[in-house]
């Protein structure tokens, strides 16, 4: 199974419907079309899933290196609502790479109009472990 396999089916993205449309390293590009149930009380797209979206983008640069990164934190801010049948894209590029930490900055569009739906940092911690389990 190659990186982009076992990065690509993790278990979260693939039960939200996100779908992971690149991945090299210190990048990683995912989309997902809002659903109505993905909302919240006032009919726009609820926070959480935005969040996930964009998680799943961090996920997924932050291990392109093939070296397990684990998340120390991640900040949001949210620019406009996201709503039923728009097609979002998160994508998450490395702006800072040591050989304990790396930051990433991670922002949510809409696909057809680029109008930008949130902005992240997020870091993580590397571990000394490769991401692919043993053979």
């Given at each position: ?15 939200m ?54 998340a ?27 050989r ?25 911690y ?10």
């Open positions: 199974m190659s990186l982009f396999e076992h990065l690509a089916s993790e278990p979260f993205a693939r039960q419907g996100i779908a992971i449309d690149e991945i090299r390293p210190g990048y990683a590009r995912v989309s997902l079309t809002l659903a109505d149930w993905m909302t919240n009380v006032h009919g726009t797209a609820h926070g959480g899933m935005i969040f996930g979206l964009a998680d799943v983008a961090f996920a997924a640069a932050s291990n392109s290196h093939g070296t397990t990164a684990v120390l934190n991640m900040e949001i801010q949210y620019l406009s609502a996201g709503h039923p049948g728009q097609r979002l894209v998160a994508e998450a590029a490395e702006i800072d790479l040591t304990r930490t790396a930051l990433y900055r991670i922002t949510v569009s809409d696909e057809e109009t680029g109008k930008q739906v949130a902005a992240l940092h997020a870091r993580v590397r571990l000394d472990r490769p991401v692919l389990p043993e053979a």
